[in-house]
């Protein structure tokens, strides 16, 4: 099943779940536009497709993204301090 999403974009409804790419975002926290975008369109799927949501969607998903890519930094950090102390 395939809807029309704003911009003529065809959105599939079987779209497999989103892994964000923490190497583009994790260098200032700020995932992209099109990150936020299949997120939120992730969270209007779990919702059964109601609309009325659409604000609520693109700010949960990039919350959400942020905390994975503050998440990631955090991580690349203790590893680099971890690698850093070991010699390695």
């Known amino acids: 099943m395939t809807l029309k999403g704003k911009g003529n974009e065809t959105l599939q409804h079987d779209a497999s779940p989103i892994q964000p790419h923490a190497e583009d975002t994790s260098a200032n926290a ?5 990150e936020i975008r299949r997120r939120a369109y992730e969270i209007y799927l779990e919702r059964n497709g109601q609309p009325g949501d659409e604000l609520d969607d693109w700010l949960r998903a990039e919350r959400e993204l942020q905390k994975i890519a503050l998440f990631q930094q955090g991580w690349n950090r203790l590893h680099e301090q971890h690698e850093s102390e070991n010699g390695n």
């Not at 700020?30 to 099109?34: D, F, I, V």
């Open 30 to 34: 700020a995932p992209s536009q099109k």
